[in-house]
Every structure is written in C-alpha cells, then in structure tokens.
C-alpha cells in the first residue's frame, strides 16, 4: 500500500472521506441526486436565479455574441465590454466608486489579501473566516494573527499587541459565516480599524441576496459602504452564475489590477457567466420580493425544525446548520435524510472544527413553506431512527439579526399596483409569471378593489406573500417553460 492509498484507508476510518455525488438537472428546489429525485436543501442558489430564463437567455446570447471563452487575462487581452458592464452594475449595487471581476471567490479572497498585506504585513482574521480568505492570509506571507470568532474585545486586544510597526495592517472577515449563518459585528470591527490603522476586508458571498435594503448585502444593512476598504463578494451564489467580484473605491480597484496577483495571472471570466449575473442582478433588483421569500422561507425552515426539537434559533438567516458532533454520525443522518427524500449534506472536518460536524441546511427562495416543513419532519424522524435525539445536539453559533425590515421602505418607493401584487394571497398572484404564466392574465386593479391588505412591513404581510398554493416564480411567461 502506497502513501496515497494509506491516507485514503485513514479517511475513510476516521469517518472523513469524500466522494462527488452526481446531481441531474438545474439547481432548482427539486433535483435527482444520483438518480434519486430528492428535494435540495443545500444548495447556495439562494433566489432560485441559477435557472431562470432570463438569466439562461442572457448567457446562451452571450455565447452567440462574444463567444464561450474570454480567451486571457484581463490585463492581455481578456477584458471585455461585457465584465465592464458588470462591473458598473455591481459598483452601484454595493454603493462603491468601481468593482473589478475575479475568476472565482477563491480567486478575489487570495488576490485582495496578498495585495493589501504582504510579507511587511498583518492579517487579523477570525477563526471562522472562509478556507479562502485562511489560504489568503497564509500565501500572502504576511504575520498572521487569529482572533476570537466575532469577539471585537479580543480584536482590540490582538490590535493592540501585534503588528503596530507593521507597514501593511489587514482585518479579514466574513459577514455572513457560511457554515454557522452568523453575522459578524462589522459596525465594530471598520470603527476598530479607523482606531488602529488597519483597512478592513469583508467577504460577502453569503450575505448579498439576503441581507440590507434590497439584497445589498450586510455591509450595506450596517450603513458602512464607504468605511469598508474592500468588499468581496461572489456571483456562484444568489446572482445564480460563476466568479466574484470586489468592490472598493477607484483607487483601490486601480491597485488590484495592478497588485493581485490572482487576478493579473488568471484568464477572465467567460462571457456566458458574466452576462448570466447581469441579467441575474437586474433580476434581483426588479424583483425584491424573492428575497422576501427567501427570508420568510428561512423563519419557517427554523420554525419547523423547533418543531422537531432541533436546537435552532429564531433568524431570518437562510444557513441553518444542525450541529451532530460526530462525522459518522453526520454521514449516517445525511445518507438517511437522502433515503426519505431531502438532501442535506454533512458537513465534517477540516471544514467545521473537529467534534462540531453537521447538516448544514440552506433554504432557498424557490421551496415552499409545505417543502421545508416536510423537510424539518423527515430529519426528525431520520435523527430519532438513528439514536440521535434532535434536542440533545451542539446548538449552533448563531443571535438574531435584529434589523429594521426593508420591507418598510422599500414598500414606500413602489407604486401602487407594484405594492398590490406584492400583498395579494393565495395563488391569485403568481410569484414568477415567467415560470408559472402570462403576465396580463393578473388583473391588478381586480386586485387593489378586493383584497385585504396588511399593515407594510408586517409579519402578516410576507406570510400572505407567501401563502400555501402561490406560484414562485413571479417573472416567468408560458413560452419559457
């Protein structure tokens, strides 16, 4: 038995080893996972764009028009009219001077790093940060000191006692934490770097589509657009396409086109992918009510899981993991939860520390309240057939997200028969009419003579977005399907 052959047998002993499952069809709520017809519950499409048809239209004509490939790099031949339309297009999403396009998140964390620390430098990071922004911080060889997941106490202090004749200081994190669904405590950490000199760098990938006013994101939702030095974030998630993006000031973009190195030696994004976010962002911000959806279908996801008793708390965060402890017993849920009908998979080490594998959960705009409820029974049940009683688990790391809804505001920038269909119950009010039927088949002053409409911004107006039997899709007509 060789090297190779040895670690594998280990891996498999620990409980660790991994395999590539095959998934047929898009990613939509419902998918055949090796064959199997299973309802998906851990994927990061989070808006259900990945496959609408404007989205699908936009890349197919992208490929017709500029071709499937960019061909280079960005800095040689590889920049195309289509990134910088993008590019535009983010900048004034996030509320930034620029943005600049990455090959993927990886890609962005690695090159945003290394150009704005250095073997001069310091990265403050937190100990739950990303496998990305870990690997950033260890090529960018730069001191690197690790802090207390979202303990700003023990950020200060770490500020205090390392790096302050450091040439280049760095503080790194997530916003949203992909494998708990925490919020990191952005207010305090750009004040602490305004005290001590040190730029701030957020990660944004699970947190746009979700959090702050129109999807913006949780550095929008904090009011910091222009106090965060660089803010990365990705289009593989609720933009439902491939590659990243970091949006900063013009004169930061400027010095990642002529510092990261991931970025300089990386060929562009294909044209397909770039014009597939396009069309999804002009998606998303049209069309707020599927981030509607998607939080009220994370507060019934975590609803019925209190059902089961599962340790979960009361979020509108959309990442819901089910902390096991053991990863064989996190690969004995998983595979049992796939045997009843919902893929949810286990998450183990080196992933999540040791001793806290876990289904990480992950609602979608696109499930129904039925789906996820469904769902929440089936790994009860599935939990309680292998010994493993849902009120006994590690809860998770996770506090409410108090916010003023955007609901509110957004509301009072609608016209009137915007704000009719919004509010209608009941199938009556298709949620994608590209999907689900033709869009002038809904009479929408029918609508503001009959129905019954509850206060803006209350928890009975997104339950009655959101009732049983309402289609999904609001943007849909017959012919795409």
């Not at 409409?453 to 009655?464: D, F, L, T």
């Amino acid at each position: 038995m060789n090297d190779i052959e040895e670690r594998l047998a280990e891996l498999e002993q620990l409980g660790l080893s991994r395999r590539l499952r095959m998934v047929s069809g898009p990613q939509g709520p419902r998918v055949l996972l090796d064959g199997k017809p299973v309802l998906l519950l851990c994927s990061n499409n989070y808006l259900g764009l990945a496959d609408h048809p404007r989205v699908r239209e936009a890349a197919a004509d992208a490929a017709m028009r500029w071709g499937v490939g960019a061909g280079s790099s960005r800095l040689v031949s590889g920049t195309m009219t289509v990134h910088r339309r993008l590019e535009n297009g983010l900048a004034a999403f996030k509320g930034t001077e620029a943005c600049v396009l990455f090959g993927s998140g990886y890609l962005a964390n690695l090159g945003v790093i290394g150009a704005l620390s250095g073997p001069n430098g310091v990265v403050f990071s937190d100990e739950l940060n990303h496998a990305s922004i870990v690997d950033g911080c260890r090529l960018s060889r730069a001191e690197v000191i690790v802090y207390r997941h979202r303990d700003v106490d023990h950020l200060e202090w770490c500020l205090r006692r390392h790096g302050q004749r450091a040439a280049r200081r760095l503080i790194a994190t997530d916003s949203v934490f992909s494998m708990d669904g925490d919020v990191a405590p952005l207010g305090d950490i750009v004040e602490l770097g305004e005290m001590y000199d040190a730029r701030v760098m957020v990660d944004e990938a699970h947190a746009t589509g979700n959090l702050g006013p129109g999807g913006r994101g949780a550095v929008a939702d904090a009011g910091l657009e222009r106090r965060v030095d660089a803010v990365v974030g990705t289009l593989g998630k609720a933009l439902g396409s491939y590659g990243a993006y970091v949006c900063a000031s013009e004169e930061m973009v400027r010095y990642m086109v002529n510092s990261a190195r991931s970025l300089i030696f990386s060929t562009a994004l294909g044209p397909p992918a770039v014009a597939g976010a396009l069309a999804a962002l002009e998606l998303m911000k049209e069309r707020p009510h599927r981030i509607w959806r998607l939080r009220s279908n994370a507060r019934v996801l975590r609803a019925a899981l209190a059902e089961e008793g599962f340790p979960v708390g009361e979020s509108e965060m959309h990442i819901v993991p089910l902390v096991v402890g053991d990863s064989r017993d996190a690969m004995a849920l998983c595979q049992r939860a796939i045997e009843r009908g919902v893929f949810a998979q286990a998450i183990r080490p080196p992933t999540v520390p040791d001793g806290t594998s876990r289904l990480r959960l992950t609602a979608m705009a696109s499930h129904t309240p039925a789906e996820l409820e469904q769902a929440a029974r089936v790994l009860g049940d599935a939990a309680r057939e292998l010994g493993l009683e849902p009120e006994e688990m590690l809860p998770a790391v996770q506090e409410p997200v108090e916010r003023v809804p955007e609901v509110v505001r957004e509301l009072d920038l609608l016209p009137d028969a915007e704000i009719a269909v919004r509010r209608i119950t009941g199938a009556a009010a298709p949620f994608d009419l590209e999907r689900d039927g033709d869009a002038s088949s809904f009479d929408v002053s029918a609508a503001l003579a009959t129905e019954t409409v509850a206060e803006p911004g209350s928890v009975a107006e997104e339950v009655e977005l959101d009732a049983e039997g309402a289609p999904f899709d609001f943007e849909r007509d017959s012919r795409a399907a």
